[in-house]
C-alpha cells in the first residue's frame, strides 16, 4: 500500500490542498468586506463636512495643481506621437482629414482618461499608501481614535473627494493638450490644414464621447484614491508593511483602471 | 473605574491575553508590569476600544467597552487620554495643532482664545516651553515627542490617563524626569491612571498599586512591599532584573 502524499506538516495532501486553495479565497473576501465597511464609513463622514472640506481643499492642492505638470507633459507627447503613426498608417490611403478624427477620439475616449489615471494611480496612490501606511504603523490613526476623531472624516473622505473632483478636471485638460498636440504633429508633420483637421475631428465627435471620457475619469479618480486608502489604512506592521502596501496600491490601482476601462467600453459605447 | 474580565485575545494562532482578570479603582494608580512582547499595550487598547476582545468583557465605569454604540465609544474616548509609546504625534501637524485635537469638547475647540490657553497650560504641565508649539514633531527629541503626546493626552481633561510605556527610550535621567511628571500630573489632574511598562523602578515609584502581567494572564496584583516580599518564582525573576530595586528588597 502507498503512502498518502504529504504537502508538508502531519495532514494528507487531500485535506491541505483545499486549505491552500480557500486561504486566498477567504482573504480575498475578507478584502472586499472590509473595503465595503471602508466605503459605508465615507458614506457615513459625509455630514461632518466641517472636518473633511479643509482637508480636502488641501488635497485638491495636492492631486490637481501638485500632479498638472506630469499629466500634461503625457498628454501632449501622447497627442503628438498618435498624431505621427497615424500618419505613418494612413497616408495615401485614406483621406488626410481622418487624421483629425483618429487624435480626436483616441485623446478622449482612450489616451486622456487612461493615461491620466494611471500616472496618478502612482504618484497619488503611492503618496496616499505610504502615508497612510506610516500612520498606521506608527499608531497616528489609532492616536486620532482614541481622541474619539473619525479616521474617515480627518483621513480618508478629504482624499477620496479630491480625486472625485480633480482627476475629471485634470482629464479634461489632458484632453485639450493632447488634441493641441496631435493638431500641432499633424499640421507640422503631415502638412495637414486646420480646415481639414477640424473637419475630420467634428465628422466623427459626437457630444457623448465628452460625458464618456469624464464618466471615466470619475470611475478612475474613485479607484487612485479609495483603493491606496484602503491599502494605507490597513498596512501591516514596520517598514516592509508599508512599503508592501505602496506597491500593492499602484500595482492594484493600476489594474482596476484597466478593468473598469473595458468594463465601461463594454457598458457605455453603444453598439460595442 | 476600569475593569477586565476573563479577556482573550489571540493574533492568528498567537495568544496574546489569555483569560485577564484586572482592575483600576477611581483615582489610584496602577502600573501594569511585563517584559516586552506580553501583551501590555494589547491589554491598554482594550480600555479605549481599539481592541475588541475574542471573549471576555471590559467595563469602564460599569459601561461594557466592545457593546458599546459608535456615539457610545466617541463619547468614552472622550474620557480618557492616552499617551502613546512613540508619542504617535501627527507629523503634518505642529505640536500645537496636536494638542489642541486632544481638548474633547466641540465648542472649546473651535474658541482660537480657549485653545490658546489650554495647548499653553498643558505644555506647562509637561514641563515643556510655549515655543515648543510652533514646532513640528519631526524637530523634537524622542523624550520631548512623549511629552507632547502627554500633553494631548491631558489637553480634553480626562478622567482617566493610560500610560504606554513612557520612560521606554529615555536615559536614566530623563526617565526619572518622566516618572516625576506623571506623579505630579496625578497630583494636579487626580484622573484614574494605567502605567504600562517594564520598568520595576519607575513603577515602584508612581503606582499605588502594581500588576505583572505573565504569560497572558494577570500573575500578580498588589503593592511595592506586595512585590517585595512575593515568593512567586516569576514575580522575583522579573524584579532581580532591576538590581537596584533588589537592593532595596533586601
Known amino acids: ?201 467634428r465628422y466623427f465627435f459626437r457630444s457623448f464621447d465628452l460625458w464618456y471620457s469624464l464618466i471615466k475619469a470619475e470611475a478612475f479618480g474613485m479607484v487612485v484614491t479609495m483603493i491606496p486608502c484602503y491599502v494605507g489604512f490597513t498596512a501591516d506592521q514596520g517598514a516592509e508593511g508599508v512599503g508592501r502596501a505602496t506597491t500593492t496600491a499602484v500595482v492594484m490601482s493600476s489594474v482596476m483602471i484597466l478593468l473598469l476601462d473595458t468594463v465601461l467600453a463594454k457598458l457605455l459605447l453603444p453598439g460595442v | 473605574m476600569i475593569e477586565l474580565r476573563g479577556v482573550h485575545k489571540s493574533f492568528g494562532r498567537q495568544v496574546v491575553l489569555d483569560g485577564v482578570d484586572f482592575e483600576v479603582r477611581r483615582g489610584e494608580t496602577v502600573a501594569l508590569l511585563g517584559p516586552s512582547g506580553t501583551g501590555k499595550s494589547v491589554l491598554l487598547k482594550h480600555i479605549v476600544g481599539l481592541l475588541r476582545p475574542d471573549s471576555g468583557d471590559v467595563l469602564v465605569d460599569g459601561q461594557s467597552v466592545p457593546n458599546l454604540s459608535r456615539a457610545g465609544l466617541t463619547a468614552l474616548r472622550l474620557k480618557v487620554g492616552y499617551a502613546f509609546q512613540m508619542g504617535a504625534l501627527f507629523d503634518s501637524m505642529t505640536v500645537f495643532e496636536n494638542i489642541r485635537l486632544g481638548i474633547a469638547d466641540e465648542t472649546q475647540y473651535r474658541d482660537e482664545a480657549y485653545c490658546d490657553a489650554r495647548v499653553a497650560e498643558c505644555l506647562r504641565l509637561v514641563n515643556l516651553l510655549p515655543e515648543v508649539g510652533r514646532k513640528m514633531p519631526a524637530e523634537l527629541s524622542g523624550g520631548m515627542r512623549k511629552r507632547v503626546g502627554i500633553a494631548r493626552a491631558i489637553a480634553g481633561r480626562p478622567s482617566y490617563l493610560l500610560y504606554d510605556e513612557p520612560t521606554s527610550g529615555l536615559d536614566p535621567v ?50 511595592a512591599e506586595d512585590f517585595v516580599n512575593a515568593k512567586d518564582e516569576v514575580v522575583r525573576e522579573f524584579l532581580e532584573r532591576d538590581f537596584q530595586l533588589l537592593e532595596a528588597g533586601r
Not at chain 1, 142 to 153: M, T
Open chain 2, 174 to 223: 530623563n526617565a526619572d524626569a518622566m516618572d516625576d511628571l506623571i506623579e505630579q500630573l496625578q497630583a494636579e489632574l487626580h484622573a484614574t491612571s494605567v502605567v504600562v511598562s517594564h520598568d520595576v523602578r519607575g513603577s515602584f515609584k508612581v503606582a499605588d498599586r502594581i500588576a505583572l502581567l505573565h504569560h497572558g494572564t494577570i500573575r500578580k496584583v498588589g503593592t
Open chain 1, 1 to 201: 500500500m502507498t503512502a498518502t502524499p504529504r504537502l508538508s506538516g502531519e495532514l494528507p495532501l487531500h485535506i491541505q490542498a483545499p486549505r491552500l486553495v480557500a486561504k486566498p479565497v477567504i482573504g480575498w473576501f475578507a478584502h472586499i468586506g472590509r473595503f465595503g465597511m471602508m466605503v459605508l464609513e465615507l458614506i457615513r463622514a459625509l455630514p461632518d463636512w466641517r472636518r473633511w472640506v479643509p482637508r480636502a481643499v488641501e488635497q485638491c492642492q495636492n492631486v490637481g495643481y501638485g500632479s498638472l505638470f506630469i499629466v500634461l507633459l503625457t498628454a501632449g507627447f501622447a497627442g503628438a506621437v498618435t498624431s505621427l503613426q497615424a500618419g505613418y498608417q494612413f497616408t495615401g490611403s485614406v483621406p488626410i482629414y481622418v487624421m483629425g478624427a483618429v487624435v480626436t477620439e483616441s485623446i478622449i475616449l482612450e489616451l486622456g482618461p487612461v493615461l491620466t489615471a494611471l500616472i496618478l494611480a502612482g504618484r497619488i496612490g503611492a503618496r496616499y499608501a505610504a502615508e497612510l501606511g506610516t500612520m498606521r504603523v506608527t499608531e497616528q490613526i489609532d492616536a486620532l481614535e482614541s481622541l474619539g476623531r473619525n479616521p474617515a472624516s480627518h483621513l480618508l473622505l478629504p482624499r477620496v473627494i479630491a480625486g472625485i473632483v480633480m482627476v475629471p478636471a485634470l482629464v479634461m485638460l489632458a484632453d485639450c493638450t493632447g488634441l493641441l498636440a496631435g493638431w500641432a504633429a499633424a499640421k507640422s508633420s503631415l502638412g495637414i490644414t486646420n480646415a481639414d483637421f477640424v473637419y475630420g475631428s
